[in-house]
């Protein structure tokens, strides 16, 4: 692996990560579907993992990198700050400029009655899913291995729950067996676009990589916030989401430490 570009590692971490929304999914297709609680815990795990990787994969590396570059100490810590938010703002904006639907509190942004039912959704997850991708792709190009594995294998394991949560409610619209697990797969087919974005940015532009590394955090921070927990606390299974929610925060804080 060693001979492989920071690019490729970005995308293939990304595509691989990715992938497992469609693994998450297939249950779907073979199994019962698990309890509405059990998904609910689930999307809590997913959650807690998106939360430590932000913090310990990516802010915690954002300021170490804007550190030696700035006699002041105030600065790099500024640079983050601005980071997070305009990564959160870019997410808010898509999510209020692009026609999309979620399946709790129906169509958001711009009318788009052309637009068929299911795009919306697709467009709702894709809005969810590009930070992702872009956070394994920043931690690739700036880390190598090292800085981008832990982000690839935490946020595959938390695209599971997600891409089930997705598969199943498409079930509940009315659409086949086949045609939920088809859609869910392909939702995570836009992690290696942001995967391929984050690497490439951070690999040709070596004093953007503070930049790159909050703002993917910032990005993540508000898909948590504005999607994730309120969706596991929809339907009162609050409990087990936190549970779900701890679970994830630590083992992805395991990995890290382990991994990175």
């Known amino acids: 692996m060693e001979g492989i570009s920071p690019i490729t590692l970005g995308l293939l971490g990304s595509l691989a990560a990715g992938s497992l929304t469609a693994v998450g999914a297939a249950p779907v297709l073979v199994a019962r579907i698990p ?10 795990f997913a959650a807690g993992v998106m939360l430590a990787a932000s913090f310990f994969s990516l802010i915690i590396p ?8 700035f006699e002041n100490e105030a600065a790099p810590a500024a640079i983050v700050c601005l980071a997070i938010l305009l990564g959160m703002g870019v997410v808010a904006l898509m999510n209020e400029k692009l026609p999309h639907e979620h399946f709790s509190s129906g169509r958001e942004g711009p009318e788009a009655s052309s637009l068929r039912r ?5 467009i709702a997850i894709t809005i969810h899913n590009f930070p992702e991708g872009l956070a394994v792709g920043v931690g690739f ?12 294998i935490g946020i595959g394991l938390q695209n599971a729950p997600e891409g089930l949560a997705v598969a199943v409610s498409l079930l509940g619209e009315g659409y086949s067996k086949l045609r939920a697990w088809g859609i869910a ?7 290696p676009i ?10 040709l532009s070596e004093p953007l990589l503070p930049w790159g590394l909050a703002f993917a955090a910032g990005a993540m921070l508000y898909v948590i916030s504005h ?6 606390h929809r339907s009162g299974h609050q409990n087990k989401a936190t549970l779900g929610l701890s679970v994830g925060l630590v083992l992805m804080l395991f990995l890290d430490v382990w991994l990175g």
């Open 35 to 44: 309890s509405r609680a059990i998904r609910d815990m689930s999307l809590g």
């Open 62 to 69: 954002a300021l170490d990198a804007a550190d030696p570059r």
């Open 118 to 122: 299911v795009w919306l959704f697709i």
């Open 141 to 152: 190009g700036s880390g190598g291995m090292e800085g981008g594995l832990p982000l690839a």
């Open 185 to 191: 797969a392909l939702t995570g087919m836009v992690e």
């Open 194 to 203: 942001g995967g391929l974005i984050g690497s490439g940015i951070i690999t």
């Open 227 to 232: 999607e994730i927990i309120p969706e596991t």
